[in-house]
């Protein structure tokens, strides 16, 4: 049975693009791409699913009431679409309750580092000021904190003396792309076993 899948992206997508990229090379068998989320209107992520022929739902959060309004929408179009796994992907907003009770245990996230070292935003940037010699790229199911969820899989990424922001970053987003098409065919498989906090693969 095809998992539909719903990534969320607020940025660039290169993420997004590089799962429906797998999905459609067949190198990501079993998964189909239903939709794109999008919370910033005029996002680059938006360019790339009209390219790569997926559909987007874009909102702007401001036009809601509150989170739990949006995220009623979102679960909606979510349920029309028997989405069955969420993706975040450069999602640069906090899962609330209406969305996690629809998809408890059903929700990824892709972070920057080596958690829990560096939660929230520019991960990157904290490895840097902190000087750390490895930092690296974390999949973990979302649970209701900042990045506090059941990690999945990690890899790490040796930070180099003469790093910058941007070249650090650029080592990160190959090793992101690999990996979290990897842990969405673990998933589509039914590899993953959650008990707590603990993940096996099976």
């Known amino acids: 049975m095809v998992k ?5 992206a607020s940025g660039s997508g290169s993420n997004f693009e590089a799962i429906v990229q797998a999905v459609q090379s067949g190198k990501l068998n079993g998964v189909e791409v239903s939709l794109l989320v999008c919370d910033k209107p005029g996002a680059k992520v938006l360019e790339r699913a009209e390219r790569l022929g ?30 069955s796994l969420v993706v975040l992907a450069g999602y640069m907003r906090l ?23 560096f939660t929230g935003k520019d991960a990157i940037g904290q490895a ?4 750390v010699k490895i930092t690296g790229v ?3 199911v979302v649970d209701a904190g900042l ?3 059941p990690i999945i899989a990690q890899i790490p ?19 992101e792309h690999g990996l979290l098409v990897e ?8 590899r993953v076993k959650l008990t707590g906090r603990h993940v096996q693969l099976t």
């Open 54 to 83: 997926i559909e987007a739902f874009v909102f702007g959060p401001k036009a809601y009431a509150d989170k739990s309004a949006f995220e009623a929408e979102i679960v909606a179009q979510l349920q029309q679409r028997d989405v």
């Open 128 to 131: 840097l000021a902190y000087g």
């Open 147 to 149: 990045d506090t969820g």
């Open 95 to 117: 899962v609330g309750e209406t969305l996690l009770a629809a998809y408890e245990g059903r929700i990824i996230n892709l972070h920057p580092s080596l958690l829990p070292a």
């Open 183 to 190: 842990v969405i065919s673990w998933l589509a498989d039914g």
């Open 157 to 175: 990424v040796a930070v180099q003396e003469n790093d910058t922001p941007e070249t650090l970053a650029a080592r990160i987003h190959e090793v």
């Open 4 to 8: 539909k899948v719903a990534i969320f």
């Open 138 to 140: 974390t999949v973990h």
